[in-house]
């Protein structure tokens, strides 16, 4: 339940349209429910504005469905990130309106009535193989509410097909930088770019990349200012980041 929800049950009290012992077991649940094998915290929505997350990868997929179904019955944006096909497919059979994304290994489904997107965040990939975790990010920024552009595939091998981009990079209010190998693309978006930097590095690349700790090492060295990292292959919390600072942004 987030403000505008619990806002409107308590107008119903006072207006006599909903009982008290009716909207004690609304508030009963709110705080968190109970599960053989989780606690799922309803009250994180109202407490910093974001869903509780699922995390589906070590989570069998009953586990994930009781978890996703709690959320989903309380009128909660709800996404599970790290499912594969399998897990994602069965989710989404379970709830209705739920959609799978293969590429993102993920499953959401929005809730209604969310606010206004304003202000734009971009997610840029250096290469097509980073695309899976990009979208990850752009998946969880599209729960958020938030307006998302992706501009895919223009790494430092040819820089000639970053520069047409420019322009829509300083429009952004943040800019989500998807990179392996050497992890340069984030430095050099820093540059051109007039809004925070959210850089996340990607498991992609040779063995001297040794599995995104090249691009990790690379992005926390970066000299442009501005930019910012989040652990290797976090799409998750690279979208978030980006999506908070856009909020705040607004006017």
């Given at each position: 339940?987030?403000?505008?929800?619990?806002?409107?049950?308590?107008?119903?009290?006072?207006?006599?349209?909903?009982?008290?012992?009716?909207?004690?077991?609304?508030?009963?649940?709110?705080?968190?429910?109970e599960l053989e094998h989780a606690m799922v915290d309803h009250h994180r929505m109202l407490r910093v504005g974001l869903p509780e997350v699922v995390y589906g990868e070590s989570k069998t997929a009953g586990q994930i469905i009781d978890i996703s179904r709690l959320i989903a019955a309380r009128g909660i944006p709800l996404l599970v990130t790290r499912v594969d096909e399998e897990k994602g497919r069965r989710t989404a059979e379970a709830l209705p309106g739920a959609v799978h994304d293969p590429i993102s290994r993920t499953v959401r489904l929005?809730?209604?009535?969310?606010?206004?997107?304003?202000?734009?965040?971009?997610?840029?990939?250096?290469?097509?193989?980073?695309?899976?975790?990009?979208?990850?990010?752009?998946?969880?920024?599209?729960?958020?509410?938030?307006?998302?552009?992706?501009?895919?595939?223009?790494?430092?091998?040819?820089?000639h097909r970053l520069l047409d981009k420019v322009p829509l990079f300083q429009k952004a209010r943040a800019i989500v930088v998807a990179a392996g190998m050497e992890g340069a693309l984030a430095s050099i978006i820093g540059g051109f770019a007039g809004c925070p930097?959210?850089?996340?590095?990607?498991?992609?690349g040779y063995g001297a990349?040794?599995?995104?700790?090249?691009?990790?090492?690379?992005?926390?060295?970066?000299?442009?200012?501005?930019?910012?990292?989040?652990?290797?292959?976090?799409?998750f919390g690279a979208g978030v980041a980006a999506g908070l600072i856009n909020r705040r942004g607004r006017t």
């Open positions: 339940m987030d403000r505008k929800r619990l806002k409107a049950l308590l107008e119903k009290v006072r207006a006599g349209k909903t009982g008290v012992n009716e909207a004690l077991d609304v508030l009963r649940s709110l705080p968190y429910e929005p809730a209604p009535g969310r606010h206004r997107p304003r202000g734009l965040v971009v997610v840029v990939t250096a290469g097509t193989s980073d695309i899976p975790m990009a979208r990850e990010a752009a998946v969880t920024l599209e729960l958020m509410g938030e307006r998302v552009e992706p501009v895919y595939d223009v790494g430092v091998a040819g820089l930097v959210v850089a996340l590095p990607t498991s992609v990349s040794f599995g995104g700790v090249a691009a990790l090492l690379g992005m926390l060295t970066s000299c442009a200012p501005g930019v910012t990292v989040v652990n290797i292959d976090n799409g």
